[in-house]
């Protein structure tokens, strides 16, 4: 399959997607959803996969040969596949999907928050 490299496919449903040797050089796939997908042999030098939902062992398959920083995002290729990362699921669970970061506060621990900003103050 040849994808126009630096192709902008974030938010994609691509589940069960055969991506056999697909050119995703430079290519944004930022919250993809790319379960049960087959990228063996796949070019993703370049590649941005923040937060995107990925198979664990198609992404140790992946981080094997991952290399290169997006162009556009300017986020690294093994960053984003959180490649050598001992946390494994640092922000997320088998059945919720890994995020680059902690979700907000949005209840403090009584239940209540600001009415204004719809977010709690950490206490």
């Known amino acids: ?39 063996g042999g796949a070019q993703i030098s370049g590649a941005d996969f923040s937060d995107a939902v990925i198979d664990l062992p198609q992404k140790q398959a992946l981080c094997k040969y991952a290399s290169g920083t997006n162009p556009t995002t300017g986020v690294s290729t093994r960053a ?8 494994r699921n640092a922000y997320g669970t088998p059945s919720s999907p890994l995020l680059s970061s902690p979700p907000k506060k949005l209840l403090d621990r009584d239940g209540f928050c600001d009415q204004g900003t719809g977010l709690c103050d950490g206490k």
């Not at 630096?6 to 959803?33: C, F, P």
């Not at 984003?80 to 946390?87: A, E, P, T, V």
């Open 80 to 87: 984003s596949l959180g490649c050598g990362n001992s946390r």
């Open 1 to 39: 399959m040849n994808i126009h490299t630096s192709a902008d496919l974030s938010d994609t449903l691509m589940d069960r997607m055969v991506l056999n040797e697909a050119n995703l050089t430079n290519a944004v796939l930022v919250r993809s959803v790319l379960t049960r997908s087959d990228l």
